[in-house]
């Protein structure tokens, strides 16, 4: 069982769709990240919030839009994606923004294939 | 150059069988070493921290060469469970993002 919960698990969508991915962490941390993780390549870091503020963004294309209404939930909003953009893409959260490899914790993942 | 970089694999080994893995770094700088697990759809898990004077835990043992820089992972008498890919991470400075290698792909066969 994860403290940090991931919705959809799996999600299929049109490159016209709009589509939202939904993380939820449960273990009273301040930090919040979504990495993507594509096929045979490294997690790659996109947005970092820290107390519902976002503190980075990877250069990350505007089509992918995050949302942080509080420390405990972290939205991914998804507008006219690319086929390219099906990935694995993973929530984590953390106690403070600058966690070491042993004190951040993943969510299970939301696999997304855009169509 | 990628700052982390790993053989991707896959390693096919029978049960019972020692395998190593290497992940090498780019930046001499770098600080922290972890190892994570992640098996087939499923989120990576933390396996195990890397320390300068090298750790154990149980059938697995994790080496750190700064000279050379790369970090390695040992595997002794492999299970079917240990089948997974295996994801080297390491951090920079303290307070420095997560890097993580693109992972190792072990399948361990009856």
């Known amino acids: 069982e994860t403290g940090v919960t991931q919705t959809p698990r799996h999600l299929v969508m049109g490159m016209t769709n709009k589509k939202s991915l939904k993380c939820e962490q449960h273990?009273?941390?301040?930090?919040m990240y979504w990495y993507k993780q594509s096929a045979k390549k490294p997690l790659e870091l996109m947005f970092v919030y820290n107390f519902k503020e976002q503190t980075e963004n990877n250069s990350v294309p505007s089509r992918f839009s995050p949302e942080c209404p509080n420390s405990s939930h972290l939205f991914l909003h998804l507008h006219t994606l690319q086929p390219e953009d099906s990935a694995l893409y993973l929530c984590?959260?953390?106690?403070?923004?600058?966690?070491?490899?042993?004190?951040?914790?993943f969510g299970e993942g939301s696999w997304l294939t855009v169509v | 150059r990628k700052e982390v970089e790993q053989d991707p694999g896959p390693f096919n080994v029978p049960e019972g069988a020692t395998v190593a893995f290497n992940c090498t770094y780019s930046n001499s700088a770098s600080q922290s070493f972890f190892w994570y697990r992640q098996d087939c759809r499923k989120e990576p898990k933390l396996l195990m921290s890397v320390y300068s004077s090298g750790n154990e835990d149980g059938r697995f043992t994790a080496q750190l060469n700064r000279a050379s820089q790369y970090i390695s992972l040992l595997i002794r008498d492999s299970k079917l469970s240990d089948s997974a890919t295996y994801l080297c991470?390491?951090?920079?400075?303290?307070?420095?993002?997560?890097?993580f290698g693109q992972g190792t792909e072990l399948s361990v066969k009856p």
């Open positions: 273990l009273g941390h301040n930090a």
């Open positions: 991470v390491v951090i920079v400075n303290q307070g420095g993002k997560l890097i």
């Open positions: 984590a959260s953390s106690q403070d923004p600058a966690p070491s490899g042993n004190t951040i914790y």
